[in-house]
């Protein structure tokens, strides 16, 4: 069986002999019953039920454990390699808008593929403009024909189109220009585009 070492002071060692006629059983006791508490805190978690079908019937609530551990089941794999998995996806997502990392039931990060989540900079969105087969130079005369019958909400719409330093998938300009004939593009098409150029990979 494994064993686990610690090292006390002599005053800490005193201390546990004090509270105990023998301190390795107190510290052994300690030990195990706190293994213990987790694995009934465990059995009351969804996953308990998935590790415990996977063991068998006859099966203890150790193996049941060590099954939920091997199945790698949230809650089940040990503290160590959640934080490797919680590093590796910080690593991974360098780069990442905050807006667009999404925090898993078991503590991992992952990117979003929704592009509501990545607001593009004017640059990126420009760059979308042209992968849809478009040119900034066609949003003005919309904003002007949607605007033609109100000078201070065109100068507005004007004025904050050149102004323009970031853009979400699910801003009023989106839903504008998606309705204009020189804007001749799916949703789809628009999705795609927004990911290509915000740099994230298309599902």
């Keep these: ?61 150790w193996a049941i454990l060590i099954k939920g ?18 590093a590796a996806a910080d690593e991974a997502l360098a780069g990442v808008p905050p807006t667009a990392i999404i925090v898993n039931p078991d503590g991992t990060k992952s990117a979003s593929t929704d592009p509501k989540h990545y607001p593009l900079s004017a640059a990126q969105f420009e760059t979308a403009l042209i992968l849809m087969g478009l040119d900034r130079n066609d949003v003005e005369p919309v904003i002007n024909r949607i ?17 323009l330093e970031e853009v979400r998938r699910d801003s009023d300009l989106i839903t504008a220009l998606r309705g204009q004939p020189e804007f001749n593009v799916t949703d789809a098409q628009i999705d795609t585009a927004w990911m290509q150029a915000a740099g994230r990979p298309i599902l």
């Design 69 to 86: 551990n091997e199945l790698g089941l949230v809650g089940f794999k040990t503290a160590a390699t959640v934080a490797a998995e919680i």
């Design 147 to 163: 605007f033609a019958d109100n000078a201070i909400a065109r100068a507005d719409a004007l004025g904050r189109w050149r102004r």
């Design 1 to 61: 069986m494994p064993d686990i070492t610690i090292e006390v002071t002599e005053a800490e060692l005193l201390a546990l002999q004090i509270a105990a006629k023998d301190p390795q059983v107190f510290a052994d006791n300690v030990v195990t019953n706190r293994a213990r508490v987790v694995v009934d805190e465990l059995a009351k978690t969804p996953g308990w039920a998935t590790a415990k079908a996977a063991a068998g019937a006859s099966a203890d609530k």
